[in-house]
Structure formats: C-alpha cells, structure tokens
C-alpha cells in the first residue's frame, strides 16, 4: 500500500498518522498532540511524509531552533 498524498485520500492519511503515531490522546505531557500537529501538512496533501521527517532529522540534529547552553543552565 502505497502513503503518497496522489494515492490517498485525506481520511486515509489521518489514519496512516493516527495508526503511526499511536493514541495521542493517551498522554498526560501532551506532546503527543504536537507530534501529530507536525503531520498536518500530510494529512492536508501539502508535503509527503518524508518530507517532514526529513525537515525534522535536519534540524535535530543540526541543533537549530534549539536551547542554547549558557553556563550551568540552558537559554
């Protein structure tokens, strides 16, 4: 089965992300909800999946966007 966005339909991609990333309603921190937040322009037929994978490995591990280390504490 195929999760390009030109063989599937928005019901289909809300379920590929739900399925993938599990009960996001089961967690207390609430990070769950941002995570499938960042799946949005999937679900909307805007960019492929690994496309927002991709954007997010860069800039994890580039450290972009990210705390800064000051001291003893983070910025």
């Not at 966005?5 to 921190?29: F, Q």
């Not at 322009?41 to 800064?68: C, H, L, T, W």
């Given at each position: 089965?195929?999760?390009?966005?030109?063989?599937?339909?928005?019901?289909?991609?809300?379920?590929?992300?739900?399925?993938?990333?599990?009960?996001?309603n089961?967690?207390c921190?609430?990070?769950?909800?941002?995570?499938?937040?960042?799946?949005?322009?999937?679900?909307?037929?805007?960019?492929?999946?690994?496309?927002?994978n991709?954007?997010?490995?860069?800039?994890?591990?580039?450290?972009?966007?990210?705390?800064?280390?000051?001291?003893?504490?983070?910025?």
């Amino acid at each position: 089965m195929s999760i390009l966005i030109k063989d599937t339909t928005r019901e289909e991609r809300e379920r590929i992300v739900a399925e993938s990333i599990g009960n996001i309603n089961g967690s207390c921190d609430g990070c769950m909800a941002g995570l499938a937040d960042m799946y949005r322009d999937y679900i909307d037929g805007k960019r492929e999946i690994r496309d927002i994978n991709m954007a997010f490995k860069a800039q994890y591990e580039s450290g972009v966007e990210g705390p800064v280390k000051t001291g003893c504490g983070y910025q």
